[in-house]
Structures are given as structure tokens and as C-alpha cells.
């Protein structure tokens, strides 16, 4: 993979490295993100594509409240921000307390997420 390094500084919640691996991250995570360019532009959106292989690297988002698809070259990019919740982390966070509330619950035999019979 190319190493991309943007002139400016580059960062993730503080996080550095080279463009790609900033943007790999950004890609791994599944809320918005919020980029901001050179000329002073900050875009925040879903970042559904990227690639660091094309004659000029870039990174796909869609952005929040537009739904526009915007391509921004890496060579553009000044930051990177995980800024949006990760919905796909908060449902994993509420699936494991549901797992803890019934393995809590009385081995009965009965379902504890049904309603019983009266």
C-alpha cells in the first residue's frame, strides 16, 4: 500500500500516522466522521469507500444531512475525526446487557422475554 503523507498534521482523536492508516481507521469505523481540508472545509458523513491505490488516492462519504457523495483526494485531507456514534458499537453494548440480564435471571425454564400466560 502507499504511504500518504498529507503536509499537514493528520489525526484520529489525537491518533497520528500516515493518511492511509488514518483513513483505514475512519473506514473501520461505523459512525460519521468528520474531515477537514486544506482550504479550510470540514465535511463530516458516513465514509463508505476509499482507495489508496488510484492514480490520485481518495476517500468516498456520503455526506450528514445532504446525503451528497463527495470524493475528497488524500492529498486534501488535514484531519480526521471520529465524530458520529458508532450505532453498530452501541448495539453490540446492548445486546451484552441483555445477555447479562438473562444469564441473571432464574434458571425456570421459561422464557424471561416472553410475557407468561395468565
Known sequence: MN????P????????EGTVDELIERAFQYRGDVTIQTDDGKSLTGYLF???????????????TGTGREVS???DDI????LTGRDAA??????????????DEQPQTG???????AE
Open 3 to 6: 504511504e500518504h503523507r498529507s
Open 49 to 63: 469507500n476509499r482507495n489508496a491505490r488510484a492514480r490520485q488516492p481518495f476517500v468516498q462519504l456520503f455526506e
Open 72 to 74: 475528497i483526494p488524500y
Open 8 to 15: 499537514h498534521d493528520t489525526e484520529i482523536e489525537g491518533a
Open 89 to 102: 458499537a452501541v448495539s453490540v453494548r446492548h445486546f451484552e446487557i441483555f445477555q447479562q440480564k438473562r
Open 110 to 116: 421459561m422464557n424471561p422475554l416472553r410475557p407468561q
Open 78 to 81: 488535514t484531519h480526521v475525526l
